[in-house]
């Protein structure tokens, strides 16, 4: 997005003129700028895979989240009280830029992260938020099926997906509760000022399924140091999420699997591209992801039992 670009977006907006705008670290999805104007700094997010119902959505959820204070980043409206702006490729949507970045995974930020998420699972949203998750088992299968003909072969990643899609049809959607997920809850997704949580952001993929889902999702995003599961930083993470919501026994114990489970459904979301167009990027990190699988896998008795000294300590 160039300056022009930027210049011309503001006019809609009582912001002041431009400053100056710099490109954040992209994303797959979105492109991120951080922008000061007359009135301070905004975040300038373009997004570039969503279609506009869905979008509106999300901020429809944003707006609900305000009513109980949680810490994430609040769209801008524009002049007309409206917050979307139609690009000729995407949408931009401006939001109050929070200052901070993003954290090193310890034991405090995993108990930051597990308290919000507790929080959240708790949040009743509208029906017309309880959408399905775009990570699906279904959809694993259908991309299991589609690889023979994909335009980027990779055989040895394909067989391993279509394997490992195989086992986990039998072990998922199990019956846990559900609620309102955020369902991609990484380091990248959120801004910390030292070890302070202040925002969870990009709620684009929020949707309604198994609770212990997000919790699982967030496990990988924040307890894996060097690709290698930190018992303390999965109790910190659980100990957080725990003053908010217990976890039934059926959750506690289906906790290892979910936890590989929902590795795998990222994986899904990387390969899906991958398949399609080379990228060294997310090669690597579906590489790495199948390497955390297989060694959650491996370990599931072990990782079970530290999860059952986990609760008898919550009890």
Same mark, same amino acid.
């Given at each position: 997005?160039?300056?022009?670009?930027?210049?011309?977006?503001?006019?809609?907006y009582e912001l002041g003129g431009l400053q100056n705008y710099e490109e954040l670290s992209p994303g797959y999805a979105n492109r991120n700028y951080r922008v000061t104007t007359g009135s301070g700094v905004i975040l300038l997010r373009w997004v570039l895979e969503k279609n506009y119902q869905d979008l509106s959505?999300?901020?429809?959820?944003?707006?609900?989240?305000? =009513?109980?204070?949680?810490?994430?980043?609040?769209?801008?409206?524009? *002049?007309?009280?409206?917050?979307?702006?139609?690009?000729?490729?995407?949408?931009?949507?401006?939001? *109050?830029?929070i200052q901070g970045q993003h954290p090193d995974l310890g034991i405090a930020p995993a108990h930051s992260i597990g308290e919000a998420l507790g929080k959240l699972s708790i949040f009743k949203p509208s029906e017309d938020l309880k959408r399905a998750n775009a990570i699906n088992i279904d959809g694993c299968i !259908?991309?299991?099926?589609?690889?023979?003909?994909? /335009?980027?072969?990779?055989? $040895?990643?394909?067989?391993?997906?279509?394997?490992?899609?195989?086992?986990?049809?039998?072990?998922? *959607?199990?019956?846990?509760?559900?609620?309102?997920?955020? /369902? $991609?809850?990484?380091?990248?997704?959120?801004?910390?000022?030292?070890?302070?949580?202040?925002?969870?952001?990009?709620?684009?993929? /929020?949707?309604?399924?198994?609770? !212990?889902? $997000?919790?699982?999702?967030?496990?990988?995003?924040?307890?894996?140091?060097?690709?290698?599961?930190?018992?303390?930083?999965?109790?910190?993470?659980?100990?957080?999420?725990?003053?908010?919501?217990? #976890?039934?026994?059926?959750?506690?114990?289906? #906790?290892?699997?979910?936890?590989?489970?929902? /590795?795998? =459904?990222?994986?899904?979301?990387? !390969?899906?591209? !991958?398949?399609?167009?080379?990228?060294?990027?997310?090669?690597?990190?579906?590489?790495?992801?199948?390497?955390?699988?297989?060694?959650?896998?491996?370990?599931?008795? @072990?990782? @079970?039992?530290?999860?059952?000294?986990?609760?008898?300590?919550?009890?």
């Amino acid at each position: 997005m160039n300056k022009s670009q930027v210049k011309q977006i503001l006019e809609n907006y009582e912001l002041g003129g431009l400053q100056n705008y710099e490109e954040l670290s992209p994303g797959y999805a979105n492109r991120n700028y951080r922008v000061t104007t007359g009135s301070g700094v905004i975040l300038l997010r373009w997004v570039l895979e969503k279609n506009y119902q869905d979008l509106s959505l999300e901020l429809d959820l944003l707006h609900g989240l305000k =009513g109980i204070n949680f810490p994430t980043a609040y769209p801008i409206a524009r *002049d007309n009280g409206k917050y979307i702006t139609k690009l000729p490729v995407g949408f931009v949507v401006l939001y *109050d830029f929070i200052q901070g970045q993003h954290p090193d995974l310890g034991i405090a930020p995993a108990h930051s992260i597990g308290e919000a998420l507790g929080k959240l699972s708790i949040f009743k949203p509208s029906e017309d938020l309880k959408r399905a998750n775009a990570i699906n088992i279904d959809g694993c299968i !259908l991309l299991a099926d589609a690889l023979d003909d994909a /335009a980027n072969p990779l055989p $040895d990643i394909f067989k391993y997906f279509k394997n490992q899609t195989e086992f986990f049809k039998t072990r998922v *959607d199990i019956g846990v509760p559900k609620g309102l997920i955020h /369902a $991609d809850v990484f380091p990248d997704n959120t801004i910390f000022d030292g070890e302070n949580l202040r925002a969870i952001i990009d709620f684009e993929e /929020a949707c309604w399924d198994e609770l !212990l889902f $997000d919790l699982s999702m967030a496990i990988n995003g924040f307890c894996f140091p060097n690709n290698e599961l930190s018992y303390s930083f999965l109790e910190s993470i659980l100990n957080g999420y725990l003053m908010h919501r217990k #976890l039934t026994r059926e959750e506690w114990e289906a #906790l290892p699997i979910y936890i590989a489970w929902t /590795a795998h =459904g990222m994986l899904s979301w990387h !390969l899906e591209r !991958l398949s399609q167009t080379p990228s060294q990027r997310q090669e690597q990190r579906v590489r790495e992801l199948m390497s955390r699988v297989v060694d959650i896998l491996d370990r599931e008795e @072990s990782l @079970s039992h530290s999860i059952r000294k986990i609760r008898e300590t919550t009890i």
